[in-house]
Structures are given as structure tokens and as C-alpha cells.
């Protein structure tokens, strides 16, 4: 998803380029500003979600952990150690 959303940025770019040098219309520069914008918003958004996931990753990790710590010193205390 990543990738996609990278290319969409850099065809943004390719059409922003492309509507300065060989055409000079204020609309087709204000539309593929938009479109770069919104596809780097796209890019910002996934980056976030990314980030959101592995962070949800580690605290279900440290969970499991924690649990298994748990039961592993009910383990010591039942057999006296």
C-alpha cells in the first residue's frame, strides 16, 4: 500500500511538472496540486496506520508476556523455590 501511494505522489508530481512547463493554465496547476496533496495525505495516513499497528504489536506482546511472567512465579511459589 505503501508503494502505491508513493507512486500516486510521483505522478502527482509528473503532472504538476507537466501542466507548468507545457501548458501555464492556473486550473490544471491548482488541480494537480490537489492531487498531490491528497496523495500525500494518503502517504502521511498509511505511514501513521503503520506506525499505530506495530505499536498495537508490541502492547499485545507485552501482555503475553507479562502473563506468562505471571504464571511462571505461581509456578515458584507453589513449588517452594
Do not use: H, W
Not at 65 to 81: A, D, N
Amino acid at each position: 500500500m505503501l508503494t502505491r501511494c508513493a507512486k500516486l505522489f510521483e505522478l502527482g508530481i509528473a503532472a504538476f511538472l507537466d501542466s507548468l512547463y507545457n501548458y501555464g493554465d492556473i486550473f490544471r496547476q491548482v488541480n494537480s496540486v490537489l492531487f498531490m496533496l491528497v496523495s500525500l495525505g494518503l502517504l502521511v495516513r498509511t505511514t501513521t496506520k503503520m506506525r499505530l499497528r506495530i505499536t498495537e504489536g508490541y502492547i499485545a506482546r507485552i501482555e503475553k508476556l507479562e502473563k506468562e511472567l505471571k504464571e511462571f512465579t505461581r509456578g515458584l511459589v507453589k513449588t517452594g523455590v
